[in-house]
């Protein structure tokens, strides 16, 4: 029996499905931190985002610097915070770390999509007397928002993969479901485990895709991809 029919009887065990350790448990744990990180981030970047492109000031450093944050791997800002006081903090690490990798592509699409706003509109929206607040509300995020879920999809699919780190700091999640394979020297459930994120990754994918579709054509736009 090769590995993939090997994780298939796997994930076709219904023993494996329920209880503290089934996979609808870590499921929902998966969503629940990935949900969570993704909200934080968007807290975190949306505003610096939207302020920086409404202003047309600061937004390409506060970029760059975000983006310089990509090229250092997750999996060791994590070890690096269990190493400090927040590392008492249960799943704060875990937490910490992904919000610090989801930040860069919200960051970078709002702000990018603040800044290919037509400028003819909103020189328009001016002198209608608009104020600056009325501006951005009315006008500007409205014409940015296609760019702006591409980050957040961006965003909340990179989430769903990499929060499997989780279980390295002895958190919840799938990532548990592979930990464990790798413990019990069993290869079908690793790539049981893998799989399990790769679909959930796919549907979350989906599922923007979707509400893109079935939005208003002003949140759909033509740069969505």
């Known amino acids: 029996m090769n590995t993939l029919s090997e994780a298939w009887t796997w994930l076709t065990t219904s023993a494996h499905w329920y209880g503290e350790d089934g996979i609808w448990t870590r499921l929902a744990q998966h969503l629940v931190l990935t949900v969570v990180c993704l909200l934080i981030s968007c807290l975190v970047a949306l505003p610096i985002a939207l302020v920086l492109g409404h202003l047309g000031k600061g937004g390409a450093l506060a970029v760059n610097i975000s983006n310089i944050g990509r090229a250092v791997p997750t999996f060791a800002v994590l070890v690096l915070l269990l190493l ?6 249960g799943e704060g690490p875990t937490v910490v770390a992904l919000v610090l990798f989801a930040v860069p592509p919200l960051l970078t699409n709002a702000y990018v999509g603040m800044r290919e706003v037509d400028q003819d509109v ?9 104020t600056g607040r009325q501006m951005l509300f009315q006008v500007e995020v409205p014409l940015a928002l296609p760019l702006i879920m591409t980050g957040v999809r961006i965003a909340a699919v990179q989430l769903v993969a990499t929060a499997t780190i989780a279980a390295l700091a ?18 079908a459930q690793v790539v049981a485990g893998a799989v399990l994120v790769a679909v959930f990754a796919l549907l979350v994918e989906g599922l923007f895709e979707l509400a893109q579709r079935i939005a208003p054509d002003r949140a759909r736009g033509g740069n969505t991809g």
Do not use: Q
């Open 122 to 130: 909103v020189r328009a929206a001016r002198g209608m007397g608009m």
């Open 170 to 187: 002895g958190g919840g999640g799938l990532g548990r479901i592979i930990t464990a394979g790798f413990n019990l020297a069993s290869t």
């Open 84 to 89: 400090t006081p927040i590392g008492r903090f």
